[in-house]
């Protein structure tokens, strides 16, 4: 488990939904920066990830710019999920606590380099396992997103609480 490749979360969407239908997408990788790091310490630890790269956001189903892809520059996804709860032959289970931020910039709404576009706290995560490759089978969490990305997608008003999301 201490060793995980580029995989666990190369080429996965990292969705934040608005309800059942409606979601912005904010895709992260392929590839990563020489600041990009997964870490896992053993025992009842959790599992980081700093500094992964995330290219793009994308509304699915949504209200307004439906399947419009924005550039999302210099962005990057942190997060630090709850301590280990268990696991068993090809699956390690992470409770909630920790926390999930997506940092950078979104230059055709104006959003400027260094702008915190999601915030929020992991309720679970779940990486499963074959052989040597590791992935986020499926993690939830509860997170805030800046407004002006959330209003260009036709989601959420000012004063709106939290959304779900899942990886």
Known sequence: MKRFLLAILMGMGFIAAASAQAVIDLHVGPGTSAASSYAYAGGANPLVGLALPVQNA???NTPLHNNETLVCDSCVLNFTTGNLTGSDTNNWYFGGGGNVTIV?????????????????????ALVTGSGTTFHIAGSQFTDQKTQALAAYFGLGAPGVAGWNGIL
């Not at 979104?106 to 915030?119: D, E, F, K, N, Q």
Request: net charge neutral; no cysteine; hydrophobic share 45%.
């Open 104 to 124: 950078g910039g979104i230059p055709a709404l104006g959003i400027p380099l260094g702008t915190t576009l999601v915030s929020g706290t992991f309720v679970s």
């Open 58 to 60: 994308v509304g699915l």
